[in-house]
């Protein structure tokens, strides 16, 4: 009885580790691939909020730092990359932050805003959403999104009704929490922008 535990037990222990070797040997075949395809479409994110850019620059800056000052400002949003957008003759057009919304009805949102360095946004791209399909997925659509393109303001504010003002945002029926986790995570770029990459006197 106790060779057959024993027996058991050797195969049990092979096999785990046999699995565990297969899992490491896929997970390093698939690293490479998914990181490239992950690169890809931050860069793709990029140039659809800096259409006019060349180039995108990672800008070094202190994430905890960054992440106080938005929070000390009431959002909940976390700063997760900063990319200098540059003409063809290296000649600086303004920033592209990447956020990531904590407040969003289903789970976090990440994306990135585009902002000209006279302060206005050139609006966003999303990469991460998980939101209900017909509902806060709709965020992804230009019905939604293109309310953001080209304002200069220093928030966004979502209403129920027609926008009637520059800042205000026609929130998506039936979803109102995730229209408003994008605009909070569009007013935290802009709040970071104004307060800690000098605001329009970047132009």
Known sequence: MNKKIVHDALILTAF??????????????????????????????????????????????????????????????????????????GNPLGYVITVTAKDASQASITFSVGIKNDGTVNGYSITDIAETPGLGMKAEEEEFYSQFEGKNVSEFKVVKQAASAEHEIEAITGSTITSKAMANGCNAAIYYFQNALGGAGNE
């Open 16 to 89: 785990t580790l046999a699995l565990g070797l297969i899992l490491g040997f896929v997970y390093e075949i698939t690293k490479t691939p998914i990181e490239k395809a992950n690169e890809e479409a931050k860069k793709e994110a990029y140039q659809m909020v800096f259409t006019d850019a060349d180039s995108f620059t990672p800008q070094e800056y202190d994430k905890e730092e960054a992440n106080k000052l938005v929070s000390e400002a009431g959002f909940s949003d976390t700063i997760d990359d900063i990319e200098l957008a540059a003409d063809k003759s």
